[in-house]
């Protein structure tokens, strides 16, 4: 029998509900009507070095269309398409966090650690603006000819007209709609959102000299997290909110409306994290899947929602000296060169992102499935055998070898837990078939009895990973 083996990561607060994870797969409809499955799995994207700064980390990306700048470290630098580096400028802070970068025609303006640059395409010229400001600058955005800066004094202010060296003390706004204090700034379909703490406010250009002013009736009755929270994607808004009911919800905009998109699982995982103020998000589409990546420093995994499956999986990097995940490394991006180029928050590279890549720049991907919970009224039921219907026959040539020195093919690991996900049974590997063996089964059998039984799956050789479904004897 099917049992609903392809799904997302859905960890409930008690382990007896449910304890499915999803970890380095994502889930892809079959749109063709005599598909096996109506869901499979995908290995996620590995990573390739692009290129590597003198020091890290990876702080933020701005692709113009032709040119692509990175902030890594304390320096901004250019980048060239076989990835060769030019220094633009070396004297951007050094507190570590996220860069905010937004362009012009003809300008970057850049926030970094509470001061603004403002540099020149055409001369390669930069110039600290900071001191034109009315306050503490913190993220940047571009709309209607205007660099738009949301300061600390919970203020946001207007450049000149395609002027980033120009900051007429006229265009302030102080944001009077509600009292909280500002935390982010995004920009869609040319209205600048405000969100504070508890609420959102979109803005429009009315063309007058205050230049934006509230929508009336747009009013968000909730705020964001995370400064570097929010997100452009599916031609909408993303983000992670807070108000004065409670946090750590998610949700994108229908219009000015809120619709939540997390599951009660992911709101739980979101509540057990410390502060998620340094929340980092970004988006992708890759394959005809549209990607929303959380970065939360210091958790053991990043969160990714897929728009096209409405699913939530996990994607972490594989840490094999003490057994345990840390957060992919990606925490900005930008589809520069014809390539998804992605910034690692723990060091001064900037990877290559793509489905074609099997490892994380010369390390292991581990991936990992855990099943939803099988019971049967919490009867005994004697579990025959297990068949995963993985591709096989996929392994390279020459094979992978053994600690021993002989060949082996890829191998898939199993085990369960008939408590609930508390405790484990022993890995038991089956093999996963050498090149051209491509009708090898993956099956495990002599499986025992339980009253409530969770498999976890999990494989780590690099070969283009795919699963149809899995399929259960037991009765």
């Not at 403002?118 to 900071?130: E, F, H, K, P, Q």
């Not at 009013?219 to 409670?246: H, K, M, Y």
């Amino acid at each position: 029998m099917k049992f609903n083996f392809v799904g997302g990561s859905y960890t409930a607060r008690s382990l007896n509900l449910a304890d499915e994870e999803c970890i380095n797969f994502y889930a892809e409809t079959n749109e063709t009507a005599g598909a096996q499955a109506r869901l499979s799995y995908l290995g996620t994207p590995g990573l390739l070095a692009f290129t590597t700064f003198p020091d890290g980390p990876v702080r933020g990306q701005c692709w113009t269309g032709s040119r692509l700048f990175v902030a890594a470290a304390d320096t901004l630098y250019e980048v060239g398409a076989d990835g060769t580096q030019t220094v633009r400028f070396a004297g951007l802070d050094i507190f570590g966090g996220p860069v905010s970068m937004a362009f012009s025609s003809i300008e970057i303006l850049i926030v970094a650690g509470g001061r603004a640059y403002c540099y020149n395409l055409a001369t390669n010229a930069i110039v600290d603006v900071t001191a034109l400001l009315v306050g503490v600058p913190v993220q940047v955005q571009y709309s209607d000819g205007y660099f738009v800066v949301l300061l600390q004094e919970n203020k946001f202010q207007m450049s000149g007209i395609l002027d980033g060296t120009t900051w007429p003390g006229i265009q302030v706004n102080k944001v009077n709609v509600f009292a909280d204090p500002l935390v982010s700034l995004l920009v869609s379909h040319r209205e600048p959102w405000i969100f504070g703490g508890q609420h959102a406010q979109p803005y429009q250009d009315t063309g007058t000299d205050e230049i934006f002013d509230v929508i009336p009736g747009a009013l968000v009755e909730t705020g964001s997290a995370a400064t570097f929270g929010p997100c452009l994607l599916d031609n909408t808004v993303f983000w992670i909110s807070q108000d004065s009911r409670g946090a750590r919800q998610a949700w994108r905009a229908n219009g000015y409306t809120p619709q939540r998109i997390s599951t009660h699982a992911v709101e739980a995982a979101l509540a057990s994290y410390g502060d998620i103020s340094g929340l980092v998000t970004y988006a992708y589409q890759d394959g005809g899947h549209l990607f929303w990546v959380l970065y939360i420093p210091g958790t053991d995994c990043s969160w990714v929602y897929d728009v096209a499956e409405s699913l939530w999986h996990k994607r972490a990097t594989w840490n094999p000296a003490n057994g345990t995940y840390s957060p992919h490394r990606s925490w900005n991006h930008a589809y520069a060169f014809g390539k998804h180029l992605v910034g690692d928050w723990n060091s001064g590279i900037l990877y290559e992102m793509s489905l074609n890549f099997l490892d994380d720049n010369g390390s292991v991907i581990r991936r990992l499935r855990r099943s939803p919970t099988l019971n049967n009224e919490m009867q005994w039921v004697y579990h025959s055998q297990l068949v995963v219907d993985v591709a096989t026959g996929l392994g390279p040539q020459p094979p992978f070898v053994d600690g021993d020195g002989n060949p082996r093919p890829p191998q898939a690991m199993l085990r369960w837990s008939n408590d609930g996900g508390n405790t484990w049974s022993n890995q038991h590997i089956a093999n996963c078939g050498f090149a051209g063996e491509y009708s090898t089964r993956v099956i495990w059998r002599r499986l025992g009895r339980a009253r409530r039984r969770v498999y976890e799956f999990s494989v780590s050789d690099p070969i283009p990973w795919s699963i149809v479904d899995a399929y259960l004897d037991a009765k």
